[in-house]
């Protein structure tokens, strides 16, 4: 990895339009936004490399806070697991941040083996954080509980995905959700970790109201709440507008190829795009299929393209206090996602420094391929939501 790097002639979503740029990136590390003259880094004795961009889109690198990276085991018997998610599946769809969880099964597909691959994505460049927890309640964790999780394991950032409203859930009580909920938040007091509780949402005929709840009645505050999959059916995606105007953010997964209808309600309910996020929930659809959704639904509302890009980058980044991703700025992470101006293909793909993919082909080589002659082929058979 080239100690400095150099995007030259970008066209900066930083995620709001400012211009034409260049970006200066020192260590994994943005350090200069404006006029970088090529001869000066030239004459610095450290490894360096220059991409003249020519006026390509350059936006910060996604942020998917909620994928099944060590796959999901369906609901279809054990014929239907689904296997663990390679860094190049992720890189394909700009995404350089990643969240990873646990949903109903928490026997077969463990806290042990999440961690260990969210520490294998950070070894390789990329930057991962994982949920501690899954469907149940208490919540099963690494060391017995999620405050003791978060202090003492750096990945933990929060508990999740807890299951409500969804016939898979251990019923929890409001009491019992509403101690789980002040664990993570104190656990974010020692640790300045987000703290977030993120719910996963069912089809139950509850919806949001033990969300609703929890703030009316305990001293719960807004942002310690963060519920996915509200875009599951229509009531449900009504209720998620009405609770962004109580400043809780929510989440659209994006796996079932929905998200242009999603949006669309969204609208007409006043949902605030201010708390609203999109996440891939990624393990029998590919992670790169947020970032297909997102241009389908960009071409189709004739949005401009900062209209979409918070949903991705500042919004999760503020939910998840991730202060040094999200955003293109002096002193944050170099994560950072190049593409066709006009097409929106993706190009480069940037993290931490880092080039993973260049020019379309994927500069990234995992290392466990130097000691092993295995082959793998994976071609889903599924196409459309």
């Not at 700009?94 to 597909?109: A, E, F, K, M």
């Not at 409500?164 to 970790?193: C, M, Q």
């Not at 609770?243 to 949006?263: E, N, Q, R, W």
Request: glycine letters at 10%; aromatic letters at 10%; proline letters at 5%.
């Amino acid at each position: 990895m080239a100690t400095v790097l150099v995007l030259k002639n970008a066209e900066v979503y930083a995620p709001l339009p400012i211009g034409r740029k260049d970006i200066l990136c020192f260590e994994g590390k943005i350090v200069k936004i404006g006029e970088v003259k090529t001869e000066h880094i030239e004459q610095l004795e450290v490894p360096f490399e220059i991409l003249d961009l020519d006026g390509a889109i350059v936006f910060p690198g996604l942020i998917d806070s909620h994928e099944h990276i060590i796959g999901g085991s369906g609901e279809q018997g054990y014929k239907s697991r689904s296997p663990e998610i390679g860094i190049t599946e992720i890189v394909r769809g700009g995404i350089t941040t990643v969240i990873g969880c646990i949903g109903v099964d928490t026997y077969t597909r463990n806290m042990q083996s999440l961690l260990a691959m969210a520490k294998n994505y950070n070894e390789e460049g990329l930057t991962a954080y994982i949920w501690t927890g899954g469907y149940d309640v208490p919540p099963t964790t690494l060391t017995g509980s999620v405050k003791t999780d978060m202090i003492l394991v750096p990945e933990v950032i929060g508990a999740g995905e807890i299951a409500i409203s969804d016939v898979r859930s251990s019923k929890p009580s409001l009491h019992e959700l509403a101690r789980l909920v002040s664990d993570a938040y104190n656990g974010s007091l020692f640790t300045g970790k987000c703290g977030v509780t993120h719910f996963h949402m069912g089809d139950g005929r509850d919806y949001l109201n033990p969300l609703f709840d929890l703030l009316q009645h305990f001293d719960i505050r807004p942002f310690s709440l963060y519920p996915t999959h509200v875009n599951r059916n229509a009531e449900l995606l009504k209720e998620g507008c009405r609770i962004t105007k109580a400043s809780v953010m929510i989440d659209f997964d994006c796996c079932g190829g929905d998200l242009i209808p999603s949006l669309r309600s969204f609208v007409e309910n006043e949902g605030d795009f201010n708390f609203l996020t999109l996440s891939s929930d990624a393990s029998f659809v590919g992670p790169d299929f947020l970032y297909q959704q997102m241009m389908e639904s960009l071409s189709y509302f004739e949005w401009p393209l900062e209209k979409i890009l918070p949903l991705v980058t500042s919004n999760p980044a503020r939910v998840l206090k991730l202060n040094k991703k999200g955003s293109i700025d002096v002193g944050m992470d170099a994560d950072l996602v190049v593409v066709d101006p006009t097409t929106f293909e993706i190009f480069h793909v940037i993290a931490n420094g880092k080039i993973f993919m260049k020019d379309k082909k994927m500069e990234y080589e995992a290392k466990y391929l130097n000691y092993s002659t295995r082959k793998i082929e994976i071609y889903g058979k599924k196409t459309t939501g």
